[in-house]
């Protein structure tokens, strides 16, 4: 999350390096475990709260200088000579892949409105470069909204300050599937992270917190319970 504003900062468990390195460390074990059973192949875009200036931009010089960059970036060094595993190499803010035949684009979707008309504006962009896009995936605003021709993916970490009350946005922690058949139908399937209880999860450093802004409510003072077994 961005620490430039103050709302932001006091909903933080931890700053921002520590919190690049533990995602570096999950997306690690995440990969890992896709890997056993499928060839994997990484594409990333840098978002606008990851961002390390003080000024957001869009050009490929601003975009690099980022925390998702890092992290990629990280994770690339991670699985050198790795058999199985490839990153797709390409610009950091608007990246289109091919999977089975359709175009597909993979963006932050900072600057994107809700709606089909104002997507298809994003459509008819491309087309006029040659580029005929058969479906975009984007995220942004921790809200999940899937339709015929976009996808916007909520977060990991579910709700924060600004999706809940400047956006007034209804939020929880999710990620959306995507499965793209050779016939060129697209199927998303949200995949629920709310409530993680009974799940493990993975290692990671003790001395580094996890972020975890599930109700924004990281300010609240926890209670410390301790277990003794005799």
């Known amino acids: 999350n961005s620490d430039r504003r103050l709302d932001e900062m006091m909903n933080m468990a931890t700053n921002r390096m520590k919190a690049a390195i533990i995602s570096s460390q999950i997306l690690y074990h995440f990969i890992q475990d896709i890997n056993r059973s499928a060839n994997v192949s990484v594409v990333a875009v ?13 050009s490929e010089f601003l975009m690099s ?15 050198k000579g790795s058999r199985g595993v490839k990153f797709i190499e390409g610009d ?13 684009l993979i963006t932050h979707g900072t ?4 709606g089909q008309a104002a997507m298809q504006q994003v459509f008819g962009k491309y087309a006029a470069k ?4 058969d479906y975009v995936l984007c995220g942004h605003i921790h809200f999940t ?16 300050v600004y999706s809940d009350r400047s956006l007034n946005l209804v939020t929880k ?14 199927d998303n399937i949200k995949i629920s992270l709310q409530y993680f209880n009974g799940f493990e999860g993975y290692d990671i450093e003790d001395d580094l917190e996890a972020y975890n802004s599930l109700f924004a409510d990281n300010t609240r003072e926890r209670e410390t319970i301790v277990q003794v077994v005799i």
């Open 173 to 186: 922690a999710s990620q959306v599937c995507h499965l793209v058949d050779k016939d060129g139908s697209i």
């Open 145 to 160: 909204n899937i339709t015929d021709i976009y996808s916007r993916s909520g977060s990991l970490v579910g709700n924060n």
């Open 130 to 133: 040659g580029i005929l896009l």
């Open 65 to 79: 200088d980022n925390y998702d960059y890092l992290i990629n970036n990280m994770l690339k060094l991670l699985f």
């Open 92 to 104: 950091p803010v608007e990246q289109v892949i091919n999977i089975n035949g359709s175009n597909i």
């Open 46 to 58: 840098s978002g606008n709260e990851s961002r390390v200036r003080e000024e957001y931009g869009m």
């Open 111 to 114: 600057l994107f409105k809700e």
